[in-house]
């Protein structure tokens, strides 16, 4: 079965190549469905605020001399988007596009 599988596979991909102009990305792929081709999707982690929120503090306490730093905020920087509330799409690697062999 996984031999029949990967030999459709590659006449797929051998398909697509005589077809592939690559002057044209369209003929060789589509835009990518989960980030509409833009290539970065809203954070998943921080939901696209940028930080993430540990809640109310309490004055004198780690999380109080944070929330003071950060301009009111009681939370750190997103680690995933650095800030910025996108991270890369996971499904095309951030190129934005998906081979039309990989359908």
Not at 18 to 44: F, N, Q
Not at 51 to 57: S, T
């Amino acid at each position: 079965e996984s031999i029949k599988k990967n030999l459709e596979l590659k006449w797929d991909i051998a398909q697509i190549n005589e077809d592939c102009d690559t002057a044209d990305r369209l003929s060789c792929s589509e835009p990518c469905e989960t980030c509409r081709g833009k290539g970065v999707v809203t954070c998943l982690f921080c939901k696209g605020d940028g930080y993430v929120d540990f809640g109310q503090q309490t004055r004198g306490t780690v999380g109080g001399t944070m929330e003071k730093k950060n301009g009111g905020h009681s939370g750190i920087e997103c680690p995933v988007c650095n800030e910025d509330g996108e991270q890369g799409c996971q499904k095309c690697n951030g190129s934005g596009w998906i081979a039309k062999w990989k359908k």
